[in-house]
């Protein structure tokens, strides 16, 4: 079963401090990495996505891939009351059909504290 | 990023009757599309792989001959709930994949409550 495991929190950071957030994948495979931010009562929006290992940033976001530890991670510098969200984990999964596959982590819920 | 629409945004309907909601991708062409169910504090589920011009496929445990899904085009897809009941009341959201990065965006999603 592949899986993709992330810790659902929730996540307390105050306001202006680095909130990271993790996942781990099962699948050696995977080459593509990817979070999601979701907002309550929202659907889900692509934030970052990673290709290679490393890190990769864009604003206030950095994603870290190392693809021998199977691990990925999420940082937020300067964290805002409005990065107060769910943050989705995803990882393609190589098809054995057809089908392209993309797990998703069940979330980790990160709330901001003003 | 890519836009991905999906109409309608809520809709209400008596038991026993079917709807059908419309995920179309914008700007991009997405040979597959994808449809998922979030039930409240809960997380997404997938339902089932929607590709283009070809049945779709179902995850383990959602019933294909009640949540008949069409992907006619590439930029359009569909599902339609039949004879629904209010257990199926949920949020229904759409996703269109770029195989080119295999980034996936998703519509605004549809809340469907059935009475």
């Known amino acids: 079963q592949k899986e993709v495991e992330q810790n659902s929190g929730p996540l307390s950071v105050p306001e202006g401090a680095i909130a990271s957030l993790n996942c781990t994948y099962s699948d050696r495979g995977s080459q593509s990495f990817f979070w999601y931010r979701q907002y309550s009562g929202k659907s889900p929006e692509l934030i970052m996505s990673i290709y290679s290992n490393g890190d990769k940033e864009d604003g206030r976001f950095t994603a870290q891939l190392n693809k021998a530890s199977q691990y990925v991670s999420l940082l937020i510098r300067d964290s805002q009351p409005s990065d107060s969200a769910t943050y989705l984990c995803a990882v393609n999964i190589p098809p054995s059909g057809r089908d392209d596959k993309i797990i998703f982590g069940k979330g980790t819920r990160l709330h901001i504290l003003p | 990023g890519a836009v991905v629409s999906q109409h309608p945004s809520w809709v209400i309907c008596k038991s026993g009757t079917s709807v059908k909601i419309e995920c179309r991708s914008l700007d991009f062409q997405a040979t597959t599309m994808f449809w998922y169910r979030q039930f409240p504090k809960q997380s997404l589920m997938l339902m089932a792989t929607s590709n283009e011009g070809s049945k779709a496929t179902y995850e383990q445990g959602v019933e294909k001959d009640k949540f008949l899904i069409n992907h006619a085009s590439l930029t359009l897809s569909t599902l339609t709930v039949t004879s629904a009941h209010p257990e199926d009341s949920s949020f229904y959201i759409c996703?269109?994949?770029?195989?080119?990065?295999?980034?996936?965006?998703f519509g605004p999603g549809t809340r469907l409550t059935v009475t």
């Open positions: 996703s269109a994949l770029t195989r080119r990065t295999y980034e996936q965006y």
